[in-house]
């Protein structure tokens, strides 16, 4: 299973709703990313976790709040967003350190966010 | 972090060969090469990696000069699938968020 599966791939949400997203990755990556892309532009860095610990934090707003239950899973909590954050919204998992690690990233489709 | 710096776009016609290439003038020792594709609304995909020389797979080869302060993607035989944004990332493998950061990509467009 070379998958990152993403939910739901569609999501639209008022200002004051609270939603989450889901990624969910069963290749014994260690390390896993959230991405923001907005049309035509590339994809920026959120956040990282390696080992299920959060490692990079790139000044997210904290109406974003990431969470890494287990090596498995990675949730975006969303509160009180704005319309500037309508965008696609990309999981990616790697393998973390070690002498195999290629630093190839795997991508998920995506969930593409329109906030009302 | 080495910047990379790519051609904002391409055109290229069904059969012919394409290379991209991307600057990436300050990388460090330690850092290798890679190529992502990525179609509308789609994640991007792994193509490419390396370090020196030449590298090449069933999809694409990557040639990277002595000094690695470049590199060129090439796509032999180009279809009209091809269609899709490059991004050329430049970092060290065992460095979290050392190979990140995409840069500005090359969007290819194929025609018949």
């Known amino acids: 299973d070379t998958e990152v599966t993403q939910t739901p791939k569609h999501l639209v949400m008022g200002m004051t709703n609270k939603k989450s997203l889901k990624c969910e990755q069963h290749m014994g990556h260690r390390a896993m990313y959230w991405y923001k892309q907005k049309a035509k532009k590339p994809p920026e860095l959120m956040f990282v976790?390696?080992?299920?610990?959060?490692?990079i934090n790139e000044s997210v707003p904290s109406r974003f709040s990431p969470e890494c239950p287990n090596s498995s899973l990675l949730n975006l909590h969303l509160h009180a967003l704005q319309p500037e954050d309508s965008a696609l919204y990309l999981c990616a998992s790697s393998q973390g350190k070690g002498t195999a690690n290629t630093g190839e990233l795997f991508f998920g489709e995506g969930s593409r966010l329109t906030v009302l | 972090l080495a910047k990379t710096t790519q051609p904002i776009s391409m055109d290229s016609y069904e059969g012919q060969e394409v290379n991209i290439t991307c600057s990436h003038n300050?990388?460090?020792?330690?850092?290798?090469i890679t190529w992502y594709q990525q179609f509308p609304s789609q994640g991007p995909r792994f193509i490419i990696q390396?370090?020196?020389t030449k590298v090449t797979n069933e999809v694409a080869s990557l040639f990277i000069p002595a000094d690695r302060k470049s590199s060129t993607l090439s796509l032999p035989r180009v279809s009209l699938s091809d269609t899709a944004v490059y991004y050329c990332l430049v970092g060290d493998l065992n460095n979290a968020g050392n190979m990140l950061t995409f840069g500005g990509g090359t969007r290819l467009m194929v025609k018949p």
């Open positions: 300050n990388i460090a020792t330690n850092d290798y």
């Open positions: 390396g370090y020196k």
């Open positions: 976790y390696s080992y299920e610990k959060l490692s």
